[in-house]
T-cell receptor, first 110, second 118 residues
Framework: GENVEQHPSTLSVQEGDSAVIKCTYS??????FPWYKQELGKRPQLIID?????GEKKDQRIAVTLNKTAKHFSLHITETQPEDSAVYFC?????????FGSGTRLQVQP | GAVVSQHPSRVICKSGTSVKIECRSL??????MFWYRQFPKQSLMLMAT?????????EQGVEKDKFLINHASLTLSTLTVTSAHPEDSSFYIC??????????????FGDGTRLSIL
């Protein structure tokens, strides 16, 4: 089955700096790659997604890039704010349910 | 749109009790529903996939006789944890999607149920 690896597990940045989280996937049939933000005790919230026919997508301060050849995809958050502090999960799917990465705890220091 | 309602949000009960969790898609028909489990500081792990009117497909290591899933309609799936024990304490989250597996449609998540077995 699909295997998704996510790095780093924790990330601390200063307010205003950028944050980058990287994921790799194993199933070449995967074609949908969402990113979720999860606050403590709450459900994952979809923040951005990308499909395999697109290499990059941007939504205000958030962007995602996809390299299908290398099976890599990354989340980029610019001008980070304290409210961006949360756990972020990448995920991928193709033929089955979403498979999640292990999560990155992002801490934005004011 | 695409709201998934999950109840209850919190359950605290004694060991040996069976607990039922409901997951409803409120404004769309969910061809496929998924049940995930999340232990503290860990990722979401898929437990099972269910399609309306058919038996659920369980992931390796998940006991189907312990975690009973019923997907009786296109808007409702239930997960029953039978004879729950402390090790079953976790955050259970359902997810729903229109379209069949592999259809490349987003999954929409419920608010989750925090289950605590004493």
């Amino acid at each position: 089955g699909e295997n998704v690896e996510q790095h780093p597990s924790t990330l601390s940045v200063q307010e205003g700096d950028s944050a980058v989280i990287k994921c790799t996937y194993s199933d070449s049939a995967s074609n949908y790659f969402p990113w979720y933000k999860q606050e403590l005790g709450k459900r994952p919230q979809l923040i951005i997604d990308i499909r395999s026919n697109v290499g990059e997508k941007k939504d205000q301060r958030i962007a995602v890039t996809l390299n299908k050849t290398a099976k890599h995809f990354s989340l980029h958050i610019t001008e980070t704010q304290p409210e961006d502090s949360a756990v972020y999960f990448c995920a991928s799917t193709g033929r089955r349910a979403l498979t999640f990465g292990s999560g990155t705890r992002l801490q934005v220091q004011p | 749109g695409a709201v998934v309602s999950q109840h209850p949000s919190r359950v605290i009960c004694k060991s040996g009790t069976s607990v039922k969790i409901e997951c409803r898609s409120l404004d769309f028909q969910a061809t496929t529903m998924f049940w995930y489990r999340q232990f503290p500081k860990q990722s979401l792990m898929l437990m099972a996939t269910s399609n309306e009117g058919s038996k659920a497909t369980y992931e390796q290591g998940v006991e189907k006789d312990k975690f009973l899933i019923n997907h009786a309609s296109l808007t409702l799936s239930t997960l029953t944890v039978t004879s729950a024990h402390p090790e079953d304490s976790s955050f259970y989250i359902c997810s729903a999607r229109t379209g069949a597996v592999g259809s490349n449609q987003p999954q929409h998540f419920g608010d989750g149920t925090r289950l605590s077995i004493l």
